[in-house]
């Protein structure tokens, strides 16, 4: 496995990092021992960048990757995240210092470690200015128990103001991103992936696969139930992404790959991406990413697929990802009736 520089951290990644999402009941593998081993195997690989959150499975991921790490924790480089509501209480969410300094102390506890390499804030938060939340983030890391602070699918004004307000303030900044990418949703491309680039941050992006699209075992005019369609039926039917796969399918025969190792290694081959976060369930799922490490994209192959999905475009929308109040919020996009007219 190779290694890259986490942005200007010092800090040495390889480029799949291992998402831990669908470990636990409450998402996906409800097997902890299995999902234990899973870990494992991906360490023994050389993986060596494990990213979790609080909220995946409610708390359970970590309490698995906690279990997985025992005897290892040195060797891996440790990221979870803040933000999505940990219980019914109003406080225990967001990006705000009261919450952010208890969520911290229970990731902690559950992953049974002293520390964090990396601390994410999993969305913005409108509520929040973003100098309370760096604040914070900054108290953690001056106390030891945080090395890196980074964002997660933040659009780039936002990482541009978090960047000013950090330098303005004396407060740490942002080392990294967590953003969405692969072949079907390249609009990181335009903007977000040029700002980290030019910040300096390392970039670990998530659903390289699309959402399991670019596994190839969705078809247009095929009918597929799987563990994650059940979560996002519209993004497996949706016919502008199904083109897509339609024509990446050949290409990635014509190559003689998989259509996982096609969309890994397009991921991991963009200049401004650290690592791609890949997100097994199962042993299978992991052996078959592993297979494809070696994997490397000729300027064909690329040039095709800019072919196929133009570069910083998205070929349907991504639901999973942050849309910002001021395109979600009718009342923010509509004058009240009396000020519509020009007259």
Not at 137 to 156: C, E, M, N, Q, Y
Not at 232 to 244: A, G, I, M, N, Y
Request: glycine share 8%.
């Amino acid at each position: 496995m190779k290694y890259r520089t986490l942005g200007r951290t010092g800090i040495q990644v390889s480029p799949y990092c291992l998402g831990t999402m669908m470990f636990g009941a409450g998402m996906g593998n409800p097997d902890h021992d299995e999902s234990i081993r899973v870990i494992h195997k991906a360490l023994d690989a050389g993986i060596n960048f494990v990213d979790t959150a609080d909220v995946y499975s409610g708390g359970e991921s970590e309490v698995i990757v906690g279990k997985a790490l025992k005897g290892r924790r040195d060797d891996v480089v440790l990221a979870s995240k803040v933000h999505y509501p940990m219980g019914d209480d109003p406080n225990h969410r967001g990006n705000s210092r009261r919450w952010i300094m208890t969520a911290v102390e229970n990731s902690l506890r559950r992953l049974q470690t002293d520390h964090l390499d990396l601390y994410q804030i999993h969305r913005p938060d409108p509520a929040v200015d973003v100098e309370e939340t760096l604040s914070a983030l900054s108290d953690l890391i001056r106390s030891g128990k945080v090395r890196a602070i980074g964002s997660s699918t933040f659009p780039a004004s936002e990482i541009v103001e978090a960047q000013w307000v950090a330098e303005r303030r004396g407060l740490e900044r942002f080392r990294t991103e967590q953003p969405p990418y692969s072949i079907v949703n390249r609009s990181i491309e335009r903007e977000v992936l040029p700002i980290t680039q030019r910040y300096g941050m390392g970039t670990l992006v998530w659903s390289p696969l699309g959402q399991g699209l670019l596994t190839g075992r969705y078809r247009k005019g095929r009918q597929t139930d799987s563990h994650r369609s059940g979560y996002t039926p519209q993004h497996f039917s949706d016919e502008r992404k199904l083109d897509v796969v339609e024509q990446l399918v050949p290409l990635a025969d014509k190559a003689g790959l998989p259509m996982t190792h096609l969309a890994m290694a397009f991921a991991i081959a963009h200049p401004g991406v650290t690592s791609a976060i890949i997100g097994p369930r199962t042993m299978r799922q992991l052996d078959d990413l592993l297979a494809g490490v070696e994997v490397t994209l000729d300027d064909e192959i690329l040039d095709r697929i800019d072919e196929i999905a133009p570069p910083g475009t998205d070929a349907g929308p991504n639901q999973a990802a942050y849309t910002p109040p001021a395109v979600s919020t009718a009342s923010l996009r509509r004058r009240p009736i009396a000020e519509r007219s020009a007259a």
